[in-house]
Every structure is written in structure tokens, then in C-alpha cells.
């Protein structure tokens, strides 16, 4: 199956290139040697149970943890770039970005602040006091803010919001700074059902502008929003493939889907 599914990867052209990796925290080894390849447009689910590497080989990818061996590529469209020892700061500078399970925005600023500090992708209080945004950059702030269902509310504080609506927000900020890789962690954890769907349609939207990749618990959210899902266990990659093929791997029932 792990086969299978490196075969098709290479037949879509790929943003990101994990290539046998490792991490080590001490002498506790978190990931063992996981090779995969996500491609361009994709959506790309990380799922397994708790403890098996996911989130930690999203921290990898944006800088937050470092690579014992094995490296990381971005192809994110300025030619192919190393990415396993640079800085958090500028693997963002690259097109890379990362939302966190719980929303980190900023309380004391109004929604559509928030934004432009995302669009102006200079994180200060500096950027939208004094400096103007370009008419592009504001048009797409105005496009973000509709897209995400939040324009109304814009000239409101985050407090005021919902946790689904604080979601949302943030993965507009993430929209607004025009990645080429998205990684979010959870992002539906909390919310209803509706909010839920809501959320998988902005997220096939989002496709068509860059690659995703989700670390996610809600198996529906994964079958009706995933193009490949990457089961992970004990640090490695049990199996790969699509969602529909993956569940009837009887490993990986046994490991997570069977469980509860």
C-alpha cells in the first residue's frame, strides 16, 4: 500500500518532500525515518492515535522542531529549498503556514487588524498603525474577510467571536499571508457540526490557491475533505493511500479506527 501510494505521488508534482526523517527528543525517538511527498493543490491528512508523530512532524516542517536526521524540501515555486535547519521566521517567509490546535490571534486589536497584519505579513502593531496596505492588498483582506463569513464583524474584537468563528479567522490570517503550504492542527476540534461542514468547504476552496495538510481526530471531516491521508503509529507510517482505502487496512483498524 506504502508503495502504491509513493507511485502515485509522483505522478502530481510536489510541494513538500519529507524525506526519512527523524526526531528525537533525548533518547525517546518521536519519528522514525518517515518518507512522504505531498503535492501541489493537495489536501493531506495526518490521522493516528495520540502519541504517533503527527503534530510533531507539523511542528518539523514549519521549524518549531528539529530534524535528527533525514531532510525536508519545500518546492514552493523560487526553486527547491532545504528547509530542515532554518529558523521558524523564515520557513514562514517562504510560503509556509501553520495554525496551532487552539486560535492565536490578537485579543486587543479589532478582526479586521488582525488581517491586515496577516496581509501586511509584518507582525507588529507598527504595520497597520503606520503603514498603508497596497489597493491589492487591501482587496484581498475585503475578499478573505467575505470569504470567511467575518466582514460584518470586522470592526469587532475576537472575544466577540465564536470558537468556530475564531477558527475561522485565523485560517483567513493564514489566507491573507498567500501561502503555498498550509498546516493546521486540528482545526475543527470544538466545533458543531454545521460549522463543521463550514469549514470543509473553505478548505476546498483553499486548495485550488496552495497545498494543505491537517492533523485531524473527526474521521468524517477527513472522508469528506481529504484527496490522501497518512496513518501514523508509533512514530512511523503505517499505511497511505486514500481514505476510502485506508480504512479497510486491517492495521490500522486495529490501531485507531477500531478503537472506541
Not at 523560487?78 to 509556509?96: C, F, H, N, P, S
Amino acid at each position: 500500500m506504502e508503495q502504491k501510494a509513493k507511485k502515485d505521488h509522483m505522478a502530481v508534482s510536489p510541494v513538500l518532500d519529507i524525506e526519512d526523517i527523524s526526531i528525537r527528543f533525548g533518547n525517546f525517538k518521536a519519528v522514525k525515518r518517515v518518507t512522504t511527498s505531498v503535492g501541489k493543490n493537495e489536501i493531506r491528512f495526518f490521522i493516528g492515535p495520540n502519541g504517533a508523530g503527527k503534530t510533531t512532524i507539523l511542528d518539523a516542517i514549519c521549524g518549531k522542531n528539529k530534524v535528527s536526521d533525514g531532510r525536508i524540501i519545500f518546492h514552493g515555486g523560487d526553486g527547491d529549498r532545504d528547509v530542515t535547519k532554518m529558523r521558524e521566521y523564515a520557513i514562514a517567509d517562504l510560503g509556509i503556514g501553520r495554525k496551532f490546535q487552539a486560535p492565536s490571534v490578537f485579543g486587543g486589536i479589532t478582526i479586521e487588524e488582525n488581517m491586515e497584519l496577516a496581509v501586511a505579513r509584518r507582525h507588529s502593531i507598527y504595520s497597520t498603525t503606520f503603514l498603508k496596505l497596497s489597493r491589492e492588498k487591501l482587496d484581498y483582506m475585503n475578499y478573505v474577510l467575505e470569504f470567511t463569513g467575518l466582514a460584518d464583524k470586522r470592526f469587532k474584537y475576537p472575544s466577540s467571536l465564536s470558537h468556530g468563528e475564531k477558527q475561522w479567522l485565523e485560517i483567513g490570517m493564514l489566507m491573507a499571508a498567500r501561502p503555498k503550504l498550509m498546516l493546521l492542527d486540528e482545526p475543527v476540534a470544538g466545533m458543531g457540526r454545521r460549522e463543521t461542514e463550514k469549514t470543509a468547504r473553505m478548505l476546498q476552496d483553499i486548495k485550488k490557491e496552495c497545498s494543505i495538510i491537517v492533523v485531524e481526530h473527526d474521521m468524517q471531516f477527513a472522508r469528506e475533505v481529504s484527496d490522501t491521508v497518512t496513518v501514523f503509529h508509533e512514530g512511523e507510517i503505517l499505511d497511505e493511500g486514500t481514505m476510502e482505502t485506508v480504512q479497510k487496512n486491517q492495521q490500522v483498524i486495529d490501531v485507531y479506527l477500531g478503537r472506541g
